[in-house]
């Protein structure tokens, strides 16, 4: 598509942001990473429209422009694939074969759900709330051709940074990221992002539908019930050097990036010799805890040869990076600490 992306799938299309794109605090929009599951549905945005209904006093159905007058706001948040770096556990799992660049970070401007929600009259006895999109067809072990659809507890669904967003950096949302409008949850995990919204249903009983239940889900293979993907783990990575790069000895400034979706970074930790120190690297912003900061270390690269570099992350409750993720089933939330060799001339 662009040097920004590099393709995981061409159809649907499906791209990871190519790492050396990565580090600036907002992605440029063409190096946005891209995870659909079904072709992109075409909505024509004076046309298109969004129903809210279920456990609602009043249903609705909202224009593009209704939302709008309902009044926005603008957010930035890092949003990553649960299935980033699904290529690091082993056995690797059923799913796309993502590397470490299913993340990213936007600014997002759009209505708060919540607003959309009581202007329906959420009724008292709603536990979830859907939201559907309009794209669909038929997963291989699937019951047929089905939306893509996923729901939030109330409580997230009537956060007020839970948003219907329209904009993306500044610009009507490109198709791919769901246009004309689409859900943006800061700190989960992006399959709570509904793209290409057209339905928003209350409901009372809890959601089952296919990637509620059967996607998205925790299944570590050991009987025990599967659990919902939620928030984003506790994450680093560095964005320079580059796996496989070469530095000249002397001075060189690692630089990478921290996330979790329990809350900001506190701490991030280098290692350059092997694990038997781990040093403190400087973060360099403390961005809302809905962004990643950025850091650096500055490594005082002796020996010619191969180097193994590290980075393990903190967040604000304590969660620190594990030195590998936890296996399950479809593999999500891969969040272990990877070593990158880099070449000392
Ligand atoms: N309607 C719809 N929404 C969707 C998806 C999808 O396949 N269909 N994929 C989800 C997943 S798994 C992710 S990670 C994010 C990706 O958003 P992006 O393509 O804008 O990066 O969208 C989510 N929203
Ligand atoms: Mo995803």
Not at 62 to 87: F, H, I, P, Y
Not at 235 to 264: F, M, N, Q, T
Not at 267 to 283: S, Y
Request: a negative charge; hydrophobic letters at 40%.
């Amino acid at each position: 598509m662009n040097d920004h992306l590099v393709v995981v799938k061409a159809a649907p299309f499906n791209a990871e942001t190519a790492l050396r794109r990565l580090g600036e605090g907002i992605t440029p929009t063409p190096a946005f990473y891209v995870r659909s599951n079904f072709p992109v549905p075409a909505l024509d945005p004076q046309s298109h429209t969004v129903a809210v209904e279920g456990a609602v006093a009043r249903p609705l159905r909202l224009s593009v422009r209704d939302l709008r007058e309902l009044g926005v706001k603008t957010l930035v948040t890092t949003m990553e694939c649960a299935g980033n770096n699904r290529m690091a556990l082993a056995p690797l799992p059923t799913g796309e074969p993502w590397q470490g660049g299913a993340v990213s970070t936007a600014r997002w401007t759009g209505v708060p759900l919540g607003a959309v929600l009581e202007r329906a009259g959420l009724q008292p006895e709603a536990t979830e709330v859907v939201v559907e999109g309009a794209d669909h067809g038929r997963p291989k072990d699937g019951p047929g051709d089905i939306p893509f659809a996923r729901s939030l507890p109330v409580a997230k669904a009537m956060h007020p940074d839970t948003l219907l967003a329209l904009e993306m950096n500044g610009e009507p949302l490109p198709a791919d990221h769901g246009a004309p409008v689409r859900l943006v949850v800061p700190q989960w995990y992006g399959m709570a992002s509904v793209k290409w919204v057209a339905r928003i249903v209350a409901v009372t009983e809890p959601f089952t539908g296919y990637y509620q239940r059967q996607r998205y889900i925790y299944d570590y293979g050991d009987g025990a019930a599967p659990t919902p993907v939620t928030a984003m783990q506790v994450k680093s990575l560095i964005v320079s050097p580059l796996e496989g790069e070469e530095v000249a000895a002397g001075g060189v400034v690692v630089r990478g990036l921290a996330w979790s979706g329990a809350g900001g970074i506190v701490h991030v930790e280098v290692t350059v010799d092997g694990g038997e120190n781990w040093q403190d690297a400087r973060l360099l912003d403390a961005p809302s805890p809905y962004v990643w900061s950025s850091w650096e270390f500055h490594w005082e690269a002796g020996e010619p040869g191969r180097h193994a570099l590290r980075c393990r992350a903190t967040d604000s409750t304590g969660q620190r990076q594990p030195d590998s993720g936890k296996w399950n089933k479809y593999g999500y939330g891969s969040n272990g600490v990877r070593p990158i060799a880099v070449y000392i001339r």
